[in-house]
T-cell receptor, first 113, second 117 residues
Framework: KNQVEQSPQSLIILEGKNCTLQCNYTVSPFSNLRWYKQDTGRGPVSLTIMTFSENTKSNGRYTATLDADTKQSSLHITASQLSDSASYICVVSPYNAGNMLTFGGGTRLMVKP | SAVISQKPSRDICQRGTSLTIQCQVDSQVTMMFWYRQQPGQSLTLIATANQGSEATYESGFVIDKFPISRPNLTFSTLTVSNMSPEDSSIYLC??????????????FGPGTRLTVL
């Protein structure tokens, strides 16, 4: 069964600090891997999308990395802000699965002042 | 990109009743999906809303419980029928606009938070 596992489940950091969220997946082969940010009570918003051939993708203070050999991805947040408090979801699109997505359970990040 | 709105944004309903959730997109899209997100969980795909034909349901979801309409390329509804407290969730509409350079990026609506008493 295709799975996407994220760690940690939750994380608390101080404003201004950096953090890294992890995603391990068994989906293979896959077309792309995405990171979404979901604010409480809102729908997920795309942060980055990487194909299997890409190693890194940045979006402002968010940088995602991908190691297709070890089937791992990470999302690094630099100089965290209070507005970064949200759930971050790793999503993998299996190859030839059309628009079907496999969702991770998410990491709930809280940034404290 | 696509701008998606959902109505209602939240509702509190009595068990045994039904609620219809509307999803409106600001542009024509080929693919529309309905997801459920139970408290503290990630998203689970309910069905693909097909324009002009019956929706395609995922395992564990049936049309009698979650009837879906998609009369055109910008609008869809999801009905949660004969509700029970286990149906308390956030229901999200999602679209794939196409023309995303091969990424088929999915955009999500703001969700409808449903509480069943």
């Amino acid at each position: 069964k295709n799975q996407v596992e994220q760690s940690p489940q939750s994380l608390i950091i101080l404003e201004g600090k950096n953090c890294t969220l992890q995603c391990n997946y068994t989906v293979s082969p896959f077309s792309n891997l995405r990171w979404y940010k979901q604010d409480t009570g809102r729908g997920p918003v795309s942060l980055t999308i990487m194909t299997f051939s890409e190693n890194t993708k940045s979006n402002g203070r968010y940088t995602a990395t991908l190691d297709a050999d070890t089937k791992q991805s990470s999302l690094h947040i630099t100089a965290s802000q209070l507005s970064d408090s949200a759930s971050y979801i790793c999503v993998v699109s299996p190859y030839n699965a059309g628009n079907m997505l496999t969702f991770g359970g998410g990491t709930r990040l809280m940034v404290k002042p | 990109s696509a701008v998606i709105s959902q109505k209602p944004s939240r509702d509190i309903c009595q068990r045994g009743t039904s609620l219809t959730i509307q999803c409106q997109v600001d542009s024509q899209v080929t693919m529309m999906f309905w997801y459920r997100q139970q408290p503290g969980q990630s998203l689970t795909l309910i069905a693909t809303a097909n324009q002009g034909s019956e929706a395609t349901y995922e395992s564990g979801f049936v049309i009698d419980k979650f009837p879906i309409s998609r009369p055109n390329l910008t609008f869809s509804t999801l009905t949660v029928s004969n509700m029970s407290p286990e149906d308390s969730s956030i229901y999200l509409c999602s679209v794939v606009p196409g023309g995303q350079g091969g990424y088929n990026e999915q955009f999500f609506g703001p969700g409808t938070r449903l509480t069943v008493l």
